[in-house]
């Protein structure tokens, strides 16, 4: 199928490259140009099929551009996107449509926004093509069929009456030609459509143009609506049309549009599920940790210690469980991904071993850590897949322990000047697998043996969870095992260093003089996080100001100035990310510079995207600790 021409306009180059790499597919054949009067010469010369126009340029904007387009019957069917970065006001957008565009596409451009109206529009156009080209041949045809296939009929220009129309008027609207004869064309017009029909006629008379074609609906005897492509030429006072069923092409094309539609809609139901599943399970779970920790540097007597410890145990442990459930749906969607960013390996590796202690000790096990010397404290890798990782691999062995020793051992087993291989060894003394059971227990539940459930319950997906994160992290997972002895499973896998690891990651320092004077708004609807980001904020001497919409974020910044803004994604009114854009699109420096922080409950890495796009400096995902927000910020501020 020939290829569909697109035709960028843009007075920036480097506008016109970021769009071209968007959108390049080997199905279109992209032209471009910064200048508008070239782009005429282009569209005449060419045959665009969709033009994507800038709306601000020198000399002629885009309105004009596409004024003069859209007047000259050449290129008055080509399908325009205005992309703009001007308001969105409903002015623009009338002054757009009025000309004839279709569709705007808003600077900064969404890849994903962008990508998916063009390739809606490519396959309205592809359609478009392929209907002209499905006419011209039927033209031909009727040269050979008596010139019969369409409704042929010469009209007189000054009445509209109809002087002589082929045969096929009856076959097609059901009218014997006795009785379409003499009539005027307009009776047999849609009402909806008489007046267009009827400009698109006089537009022909007063142009002078060899030929002119547009769409209408023919009323048949039987009071159907029939979509027809009218050719219209006009010469000695006379209108020459002739007029193809396109009901059938229209049907298709529309068909086309609304699956797609409607394809796009149920891929993104179980996204948008998750996502909102992840926020609204997650959030809580924040503020619990998060006041836990502060509770544990006040003076408390020593059971509280006790209650609050089993309170941060018991919301990391909640914290597992909905990870897990979210991830098992997101294996059945095939939405797994790995986003790596700089963590802290040796606190994650205590975290995690902390946590399950108590459940250890319930069992009277003794669970330890070894972390051998060489082991680098700060990595780059995705802090929650690699806890999940060894969250699961610990608590299947003490689970299946009932007395002795569960180890987490790591250590390192080669390394370079940018990246690290680690080993980690979970070593128990429990009851072990069968040689012929090992292969299995990576399947989804599948366990040890049959009445292992029965015995030690879990659902068996624990492992098959490991398994999947393991193979997207192009590591290795392997198994050995000797029944009443114990298990060693062993992860395998390759993380990125920073040149300057030692001296780049802020260390955990909550010193007070560090942030002493900092001016930070906190954009967050939920009120647990609210108090618990403030009170750590005012610990560490932070001037804080707090907001519950997006849109209440972007007024105070109008009349207040900060150093950094903590914005969570999910607000009534306005989200952080449409905050986020109308701060670095509306103000002016350096208001529009201001560092944000999104404060994030996302697990979809889409969602992640959409932060940095937004025009986000960093990411803090909820449930987030201490150390976390200390580091990120004075990341982000340079301290």
């Known amino acids: 199928m020939q290829k569909i021409n697109v035709l960028i306009v843009d007075d920036r180059e480097e506008n016109i490259i970021a769009l071209k790499a968007l959108i390049q597919r080997d199905d279109i054949n992209i032209i471009t140009t910064t200048s508008p009067n070239e782009a005429l010469k282009l569209a005449w010369e060419n045959s665009i099929s969709i033009a994507l126009v800038d709306v601000q340029m020198p000399d002629i904007d885009g309105f004009e551009l596409v004024d003069m387009l859209k007047a000259n019957p050449r290129t008055k069917d080509i399908l325009v996107i205005f992309v703009t970065a001007i308001s969105k006001d409903s002015k623009y957008a009338i002054k757009g449509y009025n000309a004839g565009g279709i569709d705007y596409l808003y600077k900064p451009l969404d890849p994903y926004i962008t990508i998916a109206k063009v390739d809606s529009f490519i396959h309205l156009a592809t359609s478009q093509n392929l209907i002209k080209q499905k006419n011209e041949e039927l033209e031909n045809f009727a040269i050979v069929i008596n010139n019969c296939a369409d409704i042929i009929c010469a009209i007189d220009s000054k009445t509209l009456r109809i002087k002589t129309a082929s045969p096929a008027v009856e076959r097609i609207i059901g009218y014997k030609q006795s009785k379409f004869v003499d009539r005027k064309i307009t009776d047999f017009i849609d009402d909806e459509l008489k007046d267009d029909f009827t400009e698109s006629l006089e537009k022909v008379q007063k142009s002078k143009a060899t030929n002119s074609s547009f769409e209408t609906r023919f009323i048949s005897l039987k009071d159907e609506k029939i979509w027809f492509e009218c050719r219209v030429t006009y010469k000695s006072d006379t209108f020459f049309l002739n007029a193809s069923d396109i009901s059938h092409q229209k049907k298709y094309a529309t068909e086309l549009i609304q699956a797609k539609e409607e394809a796009l809609k149920a891929k993104n139901v179980k996204e948008i599920f998750l996502a909102n599943m992840s926020h609204e399970l997650r959030t809580p779970i924040n503020g619990i940790i998060g006041i836990s920790n502060i509770l544990q540097n006040t003076d408390l007597n020593t059971s509280q210690q006790e209650m609050v410890k089993l309170l941060e145990v018991s919301s990391q442990s909640l914290l597992g469980v909905v990870n897990d459930i979210l991830d098992i749906s997101k294996i059945e969607s095939g939405k797994f991904s790995i986003i790596n960013k700089e963590i802290n390996l040796k606190e994650l590796l205590k975290s995690v071993t902390d946590i399950l202690r108590f459940k250890a000790d319930e069992k009277l096990i003794d669970l330890t850590l070894e972390i051998a010397p060489e082991v680098p404290s700060y990595i780059n ?70 009445d292992t459930s029965l015995k030690y319950g ?139 922080i999104s404060l994030s409950a996302a697990i979809l890495e889409e969602e992640k995207k959409a932060a940095l796009e937004a025009g986000m400096d960093e990411i803090l995902t909820k449930p987030f600790v201490l150390e976390d927000l200390h580091r990120i910020i004075s990341k982000v501020l340079g301290l």
Request: net charge neutral.
């Open 381 to 450: 890798a995705d802090a929650l897949r690699l806890n999940q990782i060894l969250m699961n691999l610990l608590s299947n062995s003490i689970k299946f322990t009932n007395k002795g020793e569960v180890k987490l051992k790591v250590t390192p087993i080669s390394s370079t000047k940018t990246t690290v291989s680690l080993k980690f060894d979970v070593i128990d003394c429990g009851i072990g697998i069968p040689e012929n059971r090992l292969l299995k227990v990576f399947e989804s539940y599948e366990q040890a043996e049959d």
């Open 458 to 596: 879990g659902t068996g997906l624990g492992l098959t969870i490991v398994k999947k994160l393991v193979d997207l992290m192009n590591g290795e997972l392997r198994v050995e095992s000797v029944v009443n002895k114990g298990s060693v499973f062993t992860f395998i896998a390759t993380f990125g260093l920073h040149q300057d690891n030692a001296g780049s990651m802020i260390k955990f320092n909550p010193n007070r003089q560090q942030f002493k004077g900092l001016k930070i708004l906190i954009a967050e609807d939920n009120l647990v996080n609210q108090f618990m980001v403030n009170k750590i904020l005012k610990s560490w001497d932070v001037d804080t100001a707090t907001v519950d919409t997006g849109f209440k974020a972007v007024e105070l910044l109008q009349k207040q100035n900060f150093d950094l803004i903590l914005m969570d994604t999910h607000m009534p009114e306005m989200g952080g990310f449409e905050a986020t854009k109308k701060i670095r699109t509306e103000f002016q420096s350096p208001k529009k510079d201001i560092k944000i």
